[in-house]
């Protein structure tokens, strides 16, 4: 089993920036896949980010691409999303998962996180 404990949500003016934790326990993660995905309300959750745990692939939702950057630090753990120029549309409950396989299909990934709120005022 694996455990995923997001934090670092909140509530920011458009332009500002925030990083949002995911804190993994349970198991070894090489060669696991973490992802962020975010949903916001009436909309399916759409993939935001991934890396690979090792060697740390990156791969992005292009509309984030050049503004957010998923990074993990293996001794913890732990992988970040720094989210910065933040948009009105970024709103939305962001999730942190695990997988074995990778993708950016939520039905790819076995474990999530409890989520936490991203809002973006304008």
């Known amino acids: 089993q694996v455990q995923l404990v997001e934090s670092g949500g909140g509530l920011v003016q458009a332009g500002a920036s925030l990083r949002l934790s995911c804190a993994a326990s349970?198991?070894?993660?090489?060669?696991?896949?973490m992802g962020w995905f975010r949903q916001a309300p009436g909309k399916e959750r759409e993939f935001v980010a991934a890396?690979?745990?090792?060697?740390?692939?990156?791969s992005y939702l292009d509309s984030v691409k050049g503004r957010f950057t998923i990074s993990r630090i293996y001794a913890k753990n732990t992988v970040y999303l720094q989210m910065n120029g933040l948009k009105p549309e970024d709103k939305a409950v962001y999730y942190c998962?695990?997988?074995?396989?990778?993708?950016?299909?939520?039905?790819?990934?076995?474990?999530w996180g409890q989520g936490t709120q991203v809002t973006v005022s304008s």
């Open positions: 998962a695990a997988s074995d396989i990778g993708g950016r299909g939520p039905y790819e990934y076995d474990y």
């Open positions: 890396i690979k745990w090792s060697p740390g692939n990156t």
């Open positions: 349970g198991r070894t993660f090489s060669p696991y896949y």
